[in-house]
């Protein structure tokens, strides 16, 4: 998976709960996204960041926040978990701009009750 | 607004034989595709990527075909195998954004 790791892997939770996603990678890439995937649809981009500290909002970003106080670490905050968040949360990285192609983690399954 | 759409979401292939999956975009100005083979329960995996400069080009046993006129793309896969199963789907940008368009994805089941 191109040096990039998810935490955690599966996680359930309760409406109404904070959760936080990590993405981690090794490969000091630039860009970093979060993206959504659910039955029906294509990758849905939920954020991205182009540098540390710099983030900017995806086509499915309300109810969510990220943070990148580092370049290998992105998070994904739901900041009250609702249950149409449950869904399947893809991290990737690309290392420039132009013609490069994204790297995706392993994913982590989220379930909100 | 943008997509990018697979023709077919399921295609049943017999194991030797040669697969070819489609995508279209909407985008004219989309200048670089990559095709990604996701497995159950794991993160899409690259294939093979290409840009609007070219129109063909090949990876091991994958070939990808790009037709600007119409926006669309293919990818063939050569003597199909158990392994190949998977949903592949393409994305689409343009240089110069951030941005990728996913397809739907097309699940390909290898008969044996």
């Known amino acids: 998976d191109a040096g990039i790791t998810q935490s955690p892997r599966h996680k359930v939770t309760e409406t109404g709960t904070p959760v936080t996603l990590r993405c981690h990678q090794t490969?000091?890439?630039?860009?970093m996204y979060w993206y959504r995937q659910d039955p029906g649809h294509g990758l849905r981009l939920i954020h991205y960041?182009?540098?540390?500290?710099?983030?900017d909002k995806g086509e499915v970003s309300d109810g969510y926040s990220v943070s990148r106080s580092k370049t290998e670490d992105f998070l994904l905050t739901l900041e009250s978990a609702t249950s149409s968040q449950t869904s399947v949360y893809f991290c990737?990285?690309?290392?420039?701009?132009?013609?490069?192609?994204?790297?995706f983690g392993p994913g982590t399954r989220l379930t909100v009750l | 607004g943008e997509s990018v759409g697979l023709h077919l979401p399921t295609l049943s292939v017999q194991e030797g034989d040669n697969s070819i999956i489609n995508c279209a975009y909407s985008?004219?100005?989309?200048?670089?595709f990559i095709w990604y083979k996701q497995e159950s329960g794991k993160g899409p995996q690259f294939i093979i990527d290409?840009?609007?400069?070219?129109d063909k080009r090949q990876g091991q046993r994958v070939t990808v075909l790009l037709n600007k006129t119409v926006k669309h793309l293919s990818l063939q896969i050569a003597a199909t195998q158990p392994g190949d199963s998977a949903v592949y789907f393409c994305?689409?940008?343009?240089?110069?954004?951030?941005?990728?368009?996913f397809g739907t994805g097309t699940r390909l089941k290898v008969l044996a």
């Open positions: 990737a990285i690309r290392e420039g701009g132009g013609y490069n192609e994204q790297f």
């Open positions: 490969e000091n890439h630039r860009y």
């Open positions: 960041s182009y540098g540390v500290k710099d983030t």
């Open positions: 985008n004219s100005a989309s200048d670089y």
């Open positions: 290409i840009r609007s400069n070219m």
């Open positions: 994305a689409a940008s343009t240089s110069g954004t951030y941005k990728y368009i």
